[in-house]
């Protein structure tokens, strides 16, 4: 049953993950304020209000940056246009020889010089798309709050439920793997957010050693995106481009390789390390895991595969002992 409801809800499986994980995180804050004597609704009530007002305030930050980018680069784009296909028109019928290996440029020119401007100046979808898409997104959106509040309304009666599937004689050894569960997890978003900070910090920086407009926006930008693991600092590169593209052409390829650096750096270096640190597993592991995630269910999958093998081998230390007699 549980495999055919995940199946119909295939669609909308994002936003019960998301909002799980909102309410999940949520709960220590939800703890100190209940403790002060404000009802659980209310405090709960209160702290994704903070939370629906951060995000307000991320769009009011970021969206303008992307319409003033969006409109210069539609002004430029005629002479960026005009400047590639006259260094397109200079390489056809000259081959080049690289490496000893004669290359003739004139079959793939003619093919960019036909469909550039095409390219630089042509639409992105039509109204019809874009607004389903949108629609589609806001109710995504609303039912992740939905889940998470209710999840996080009813935190203490999911874990007393669970419990009580479990027999007796294992209910010690229950709590003691969901005490280590869910030290895992917090230990795995703390990592995250480290990433994702030192990505989005070292990212601004870039940007305004460059001269870029609204660094401290791009910083946020790819801080945010640098939560999609592997795959988000490229992701969140692609505003700084764009950004760059708008000013010169140069700009767009230093932003672009510095992006490259710092993502390659952060995530081949310190990413398996932090995340191997938080969830006690080795580097390798970590790497794939995300791929078999990525396989399975695409960016989704990236998110919940770590949790998923680190709480693998929670169970494992726990249970392997017990059958063996001897440390795992």
Request: proline share 5%; charged share 10%.
């Amino acid at each position: 049953m549980a495999v055919i409801v995940l199946y119909l809800m295939r669609d909308f499986l994002g936003a019960f993950v998301l909002g799980a994980a909102i309410a999940f995180l949520t709960q220590p804050a939800v703890t100190r304020v209940t403790s002060l004597g404000v009802p659980r609704v209310v405090a709960i009530s209160l702290i994704f209000m903070v939370i629906i007002v951060a995000l307000a305030g991320l769009l009011l930050l970021i969206v303008p940056l992307g319409i003033s980018e969006v409109n210069q680069l539609q002004v430029q784009a005629p002479s960026l246009a005009a400047s590639a296909q006259e260094r397109i028109n200079s390489l056809q019928g000259s081959p080049i020889r690289i490496l000893g290996i004669t290359v003739d440029l004139k079959g793939s020119a003619e093919t960019i010089n036909a469909h550039l401007k095409e390219y630089l100046l042509g639409q992105f979808g039509n109204a019809v798309t874009i607004g389903v898409t949108a629609l589609t997104t806001v109710l995504q959106l609303v039912l992740m709050f939905i889940v998470a509040f209710l999840l996080a309304l009813e935190a203490p009666a999911v874990r007393r439920d669970l419990r009580r599937f479990v027999p007796n004689d294992y209910r010690a050894d229950f709590d003691q793997i969901w005490r280590k569960v869910r030290k895992m997890l917090y230990a795995y978003v703390r990592g995250q957010l480290i990433i994702a900070g030192m990505i989005g910090i070292l990212s601004g920086i870039a940007c305004a050693a460059l001269g870029l407009a609204d660094p401290i926006a791009l910083g946020v930008i790819a801080g945010v995106t640098a939560l999609i693991p592997y795959l988000g600092p490229f992701v969140g590169a692609v505003p700084a481009v764009l950004v760059g593209l708008a000013a010169s052409p140069v700009k767009a390829l230093l932003i672009g390789l510095i992006y490259f650096l710092i993502s390659n750096v952060i995530l081949n270096f310190v990413f398996p390390k932090v995340m191997g640190d938080a969830v006690r597993l080795p580097p390798i592991l970590i790497i794939v895991a995300f791929i078999a995630g990525f396989s399975w269910a695409g960016v989704l999958g990236m998110f919940v595969a770590v949790p998923i093998a680190a709480t693998l081998r929670i169970l494992f230390d726990h249970i392997y002992p017990r059958l063996y007699e001897k440390p795992a």
